[in-house]
């Protein structure tokens, strides 16, 4: 299961408009989280700036990578994955003239319905005040510090 997530960064002094996010109306860091969805381990992260959209992090990150026979779920900001990856789900979308019909709100629904697991993570990480909140670091270390969030999770869910 794949998910982003965005945290609020300061306004930066140059190049303010690489790192602004129109959906979140802020200056952000945007964080993929891939995790397993058997035992929920957090497998990979990739950090970037706010105003890349989910699938082109996709498309940086790991998603050439993954093995053809897993299947990955996302939400709809993947929409284009099934060219890239044939075993992917993505909740169907409807248009101004085609409403879904109820097998395909049921399969959104059963989409969602497995896929809140990594929005449960996204949530579990957020624990930490300093992805919650406005992060007032280093922007080049925030990869580093969430990836020491994600080892901190990993270890507490494998150890209890």
């Known amino acids: 299961m794949a998910d982003v997530t965005e945290t609020e960064v300061e306004r930066p002094k140059y190049g303010q408009k690489r790192w602004y996010s129109g ?9 993929q989280i891939v995790i397993c969805a058997k035992t929920k381990v957090i497998i990979a992260i990739f950090v970037c700036r706010g105003s890349v959209h989910d699938f082109t992090m996709w498309k940086h990150s790991i998603g050439v990578k993954v093995v053809k026979h897993i299947k990955i779920q ?13 075993n992917s789900e993505t909740p169907k979308k ?5 409403p879904l019909t109820k097998e395909e709100k049921a399969n959104n629904r059963r989409i969602g319905s497995e896929r809140i697991g990594i929005e449960h993570k996204n949530r579990r ?3 930490f005040r300093i992805l919650a ?9 925030f990869g580093l510090r969430m990836s020491l ?5 990993n270890f507490e869910l494998i150890n209890s």
């Open 125 to 127: 990480l957020k624990r």
């Open 94 to 98: 409807k248009t101004k003239t085609k």
């Open 23 to 31: 959906k979140s109306k802020c200056h952000t860091i945007k964080t």
């Open 133 to 141: 909140g406005r992060y007032r670091n280093r922007r080049r270390r």
């Open 74 to 86: 996302a939400d709809s900001g993947y929409q284009g994955i099934q060219k890239l990856h044939k």
């Open 149 to 153: 969030f994600c080892g901190l999770h």
